[in-house]
């Protein structure tokens, strides 16, 4: 056997198990997914039912809050992703360069993912952003700010879940950046130094190009958690003010499970899984196409 | 600015970021001692005698949330370890071996942690209940595999193609044979990324909520469905909340400080510089 | 011999076998031992003409969510279980995920519940479906049920018709509440005020009291989005205008009609005007928070806050508060609320299961029963929610519910007998979207998102295609 077989036996022999177990338990629910989208199927109604062929998707193009769900989806995971990118590498860069007590800092940086997001949603809705008694406002009315309905303001509502979100979420990034930072040889820089390059352009040309694939595995997972978030928001405003912070996986949610329309919810929820196969693909192939 | 002078301005940056950051769930830690009184009394107070009496309540009392800790643990430790067993070898050979159909299975891979839970319950919970696993161990760790595994797979991947390629060259080289390639060469160049990947595993399977509640019932009982015990219909104890969600901490900061040792700075002793990807 | 002698021999042997046991096995016996000390006397119970042992042996789940009602009753079910031999496995779902989980197990028929704690609203979704038993036949099998001795005429009639559709039961109500005006006493008596008895008076007081400098607002009503929080109140403000749900003669939903933009706008305007900024996203609990932290004059909400006002754990306001009943709307009618759990039976069951499921519901919503749960509980919580009329009629029950305030039974019993209307919300099957949609477009009107007709013309729009597809 030359080596080439070998290997590919040997590859097949590890990426099997895995293979195997997804394709049995993910396959058959995701048929009925879609099966279910192409039905009327209103609990409400049970005299309702029967084939609708495309009708469910149809339906979306004229529906207001789907849209709505939409640019909200967009908006929500973009600041997301970003700010968590953002701070968590900052933080990372931060801690690394302190010789002792990095044990202690990480600790402190990782406890807003251990709260478990229901806890987080509430916490958040009724201890820290309830206007008057809640702590940001507090802080706001001593700095001279103000007070402000912060969950119940449509526009504020949407920036205060994406705080929420960015607050709990950036440790997955700090970490994981932090351990791959961790890795990279100390002197790599030394050239660098050498050359007397500044601070600043020795992060630009030598630290982020190595770290990319890093950054970019960790945009693809946070990508795919904001457009699937769902407890903390839900806990924090259920999708409210009116439908001011109602994304998409939201909208499915009360379509299916508080309308029970779920027809249209299945085709909701198709959609979303649409989107983020797209975007996924495209970060995806960037990644690879870099690596190639 | 002398060395020292920056270490300390370090320091306190570091410190006020870090401090900020933690604190709302250093005021739910501090709420989780006060009475239900001083919890909604205004000004917030941070100075007031603390009671024990919400962490008896919640370990000891009627709505203990110890056998729901034994819970979680069972489901998420039985999907951490099931995870990264199945998923590292695999993100080894999406990361560096070359077959047939790597490049889609890998974004199959990728694709199935994309599937809505919105739209997977009702499934879940039909073909869970046709198997007669509703309420089961079995069942739900199955379920928790479908989001857990994926993600495994996909951190472990970029961890493994930081690893330089010339490294495991030279172990082949050598006569080594590829899995002791892979176990003794490059397994321990990812240890931070293995040990990262296992927090991450862990926690979002202890927090899972939606899951855990529809195809869950009195046998299986995770720590996230029975904090709910607090949040009645009439009143949200703020004060047995917080503790329950100390005490829902607790097994993963300690998972954490464990881990977190083996995040430390690389071990490039001897390693052949410039790294490499295939 | 009687089944009543059977069990105290049996009694008494195991006592006899529990003491010997004891001089061997010392300290481990002495917990048994407890456990079979007779305390709880069942004879109320066996002097009912049934044969409460006839599905001995059967295991039933039942679903509830987390309240101290259900607290208690489950706290209870060692007597059930000695009573009829029936094993009951209780389970508590987040009040969020309990009709989605119940449904999921009506729908796909998996029994996997015999019965659930039930929204009145979705009884018509459940009939239309058939996933629930008509218990018009149980309650007239005199096998399963003594009628003399269940006295199902005294639950509150209110709740009863709630419970039914097109005048069969199909669920049987075990606790339930009303909405009442609750009040600061010593406030209102500062400034000599009376409990409002109209719309404007209830603006007039607000205004007197409203003080938000010194963190005192006047008025709150729920203004969280859901089909049970805003949607709650705002029914009944509809009605008062004099509001109906359905256009004149038809089945044809009309949610926009000018009494309910009317309805609407007064509810804006005076949340605005006289709440806490907050109260777009308060449910009831906040609003008794915030009342038992003195920063409320009055609220309009169930009754059974009282036991959160008056809770001296967390209250400050122990002893100030008063009740009332609504207050009338322009059209002269004063309209509560109806809510309340029943439990209805999972017509997925096998027979036997159903039988031992209806003698559950039976068992819970016995006046004994009803009784151990409020005034002879032995912990702090007492029910106020009970569901026959007698119980709240009873001595024991107003001693229980003395340290409520001023006027509590009274106010809460005229307004469940008086200023009920069992179409307060409209009963159909498309209810929880409905729901849904209104409390969306509510919320929208209330945090000045949209105007009052412009949010109910959306919520029209969006339930007229409900109803068409």
């Known amino acids: 056997m030359n080596l080439e077989q070998q290997e590919r036996r040997f590859a097949l022999a590890l990426v099997g198990p895995a293979l195997l177990l997804l394709l049995l338990i993910t396959t058959a629910p995701l048929v009925y997914l879609l099966w279910t989208s192409l039905q009327r199927l209103d609990l409400g109604m049970p005299w309702v039912k029967g084939f609708a062929g495309l009708g469910n998707y149809a339906k979306m193009d004229g529906d207001p809050r789907f849209w709505n769900s939409l640019a909200l989806t967009g908006i929500y995971t973009a600041s997301t992703v970003v700010l968590q990118v953002l701070v968590g590498l900052s933080l990372a860069l931060l801690v690394l360069r302190i010789p002792k007590g990095q044990g202690v800092l990480r600790i402190a940086a990782i406890l807003p993912i251990v709260l478990a997001p229901v806890v987080v949603g509430l916490f958040w809705r009724t201890l820290v952003l309830s206007p008057e008694f809640g702590l940001v406002d507090l802080v706001t009315r001593s700095l001279g700010l103000g007070s402000h309905n912060w969950l119940g303001d449509p526009q504020l509502a949407l920036i205060s879940v994406i705080a929420i979100h960015t607050w709990q979420w950036t440790p997955f990034a700090f970490l994981v950046l932090l351990a791959t930072l961790a890795t990279l040889p100390p002197d790599l820089y030394e050239a660098a130094r050498l050359d007397r390059a500044s601070a600043w352009k020795r992060f630009i040309y030598i630290t982020l190009p190595l770290i990319r694939p890093a950054i970019v595995m960790v945009v693809i997972l946070r990508t795919m958690t904001a457009l699937s978030a769902f407890a903390a928001i839900f806990a924090a405003t259920g999708g409210g003010p009116g439908s001011a912070t109602e994304i998409l996986n939201l909208y499915a949610y009360r379509t299916s499970f508080t309308e029970l329309n779920l027809g249209y919810g299945a085709a909701l929820a198709t959609v979303l899984l649409a989107i983020t196969l797209a975007v996924s693909w495209l970060l995806f192939r960037r990644r690879t196409a870099r690596t190639a | 600015m002398n060395r020292r002078g920056r270490t300390i301005a370090l320091y306190a940056l570091a410190g006020v970021l870090l401090s900020v950051w933690a604190f709302p769930v250093l005021w739910a830690l501090l709420t989780s001692f006060k009475t239900e009184r001083d919890v909604l009394a205004y000004p917030p107070v941070v100075v007031f005698t603390p009671t024990l009496a919400n962490y008896r309540e919640v370990l000891f009392g009627a709505s203990s949330i110890l056998p729901n800790l034994w819970s979680s643990l069972i489901v998420t430790g039985a999907t951490t370890v099931l995870s990264m067993l199945i998923a590292t070898p695999a993100a080894y050979a999406l990361a560096r071996l070359r077959y047939p159909g790597k490049r889609a299975s890998g974004f199959y891979v990728l694709a199935t942690q994309m599937l809505p839970p919105v739209g997977l319950i009702i499934p879940y919970y039909l073909a869970l209940q046709k198997v007669g696993a509703l309420d089961s161990y079995g069942g739900m760790i199955l379920i928790y595999l479908t989001f857990s595994l994926p993600f495994a797979m996909w951190l472990m991947v970029s961890y493994f193609e930081d690893v330089p390629f010339e490294m495991e060259e030279a172990a082949l080289l050598d006569r080594a044979g590829r899995w002791r390639a892979f176990w003794h060469v490059v397994l321990p160049q990812v240890r931070g990324g293995l040990a990262v990947t296992t927090i991450f595993v862990f926690l979002n399977a202890w927090n899972e909520f939606l899951f855990a509640v529809v195809l869950g019932g009195n046998r299986v009982r995770p720590v996230t469905v029975a904090m709910f015990n607090f949040i009645s219909v009439e009143q949200t104890q703020w004060a047995r909340l917080a503790a329950a969600a100390m005490v829902a901490m607790a097994p993963v900061i300690l998972i954490g400080l464990f881990a977190q040792r083996h995040i430390v700075k690389g071990l490039t002793v001897g390693a052949v510089k410039g790294g490499g990807r295939r | ?469």
């Open chain 3, 1 to 469: 011999m009687s089944d009543l002698e059977h069990s105290r021999r049996r009694n008494a042997l195991k006592h006899a076998a529990a003491l010997g046991a004891l001089a061997v096995a010392g300290p481990l016996a002495l917990p048994r031992a407890h456990a079979q000390a007779p305390a709880d006397d069942l004879a109320p119970y066996r002097a009912a003409k049934i044969n409460w042992r006839q599905a001995e042996g059967t295991e039933i789940s039942v679903a509830v969510i987390p309240a101290s009602y259900f607290d208690n009753l489950l706290s209870l079910l060692p007597q059930f279980e000695a009573l009829t031999g029936i094993k009951v496995r209780a389970e508590k779902v987040p009040p969020g995920q309990i009709r989605q989980k119940a449904m999921l197990d009506l729908s796909s028929k998996t029994a996997t519940y015999a019965t659930h704690a039930a929204d009145p609203m979705y009884y018509p979704l459940y009939v239309a479906n058939n996933w629930v038993e008509p218990l018009d036949k149980y309650l007239n099998d005199a096998t399963l049920t003594d009628r003399a001795w269940f006295a199902y005429d005294d639950i509150h009639k209110a709740w009863r018709d709630a419970d039914s559709i097109d005048g069969k039961p199909y669920g049987i109500p075990y606790d339930g509440e009303v909405t009442v005006q609750v009040y600061r006493k010593d406030l209102y008596d500062a400034k000599g005020l009376k409990p409002a008895d109209t719309y404007d008076q209830l603006l007039a007081n607000a205004k007197a009291l409203n003080d938000p400098a010194n963190r005192v607002h006047a008025l709150a009503l729920r203004g969280f989005a859901g089909a049970g929080q805003n949607m709650y109140i705002y029914p009944s403000l509809l009605r008062g205008f004099g509001g109906e749900w359905f256009a004149k003669g038809s089945k044809e939903l009309v949610v926009n009609s000018p009494e309910a933009v009317l309805a609407l706008d007064w509810y804006v305007s005076a949340l605005t005007q006289f709440a806490p900024p907050a109260v777009r996203n308060w449910n009831w609990p906040d609003i008794a928070d915030a009342f038992s932290q003195g920063t409320l004059a009055c609220y309009i909400d169930a009754h059974s806050s009282a036991a959160v006002i008056t809770n001296p754990e967390k209250s400050k306001v122990v002893g100030k508060v008063a009740y009332a009943r609504w207050p009338r709307g322009p059209n002269g009618k004063r309209v509560t609320s109806i809510w309340n759990w029943g439990f209805p039976i999972n017509a997925a069951l096998p027979d036997k299961a159903k039988r031992a499921t209806w003698l559950f519901i039976s068992w819970a919503a016995a006046a004994e029963t009803q009784a151990r749960t409020s005034w002879k509980f032995a912990g702090p919580a007492k029910r106020s929610g009970l569901n026959r009329v007698s119980s709240w009629k009873s001595g024991e029950f107003a001693q229980a519910m003395s340290g409520a305030g001023d006027n509590f039974i009274p106010a809460a019993l005229q307004s469940l007998e008086q200023d009920t209307d069992v179409e307060w919300r409209p009963r159909v099957p498309q209810w929880p979207a409905i729901g849904e949609a209104m409390a969306t477009s509510i919320q929208a009107a209330l945090v000045g998102q949209k105007k009052s007709k412009e949010a109910l013309d959306e919520a029209q729009a969006r339930i007229a295609q409900v109803m068409k597809s």
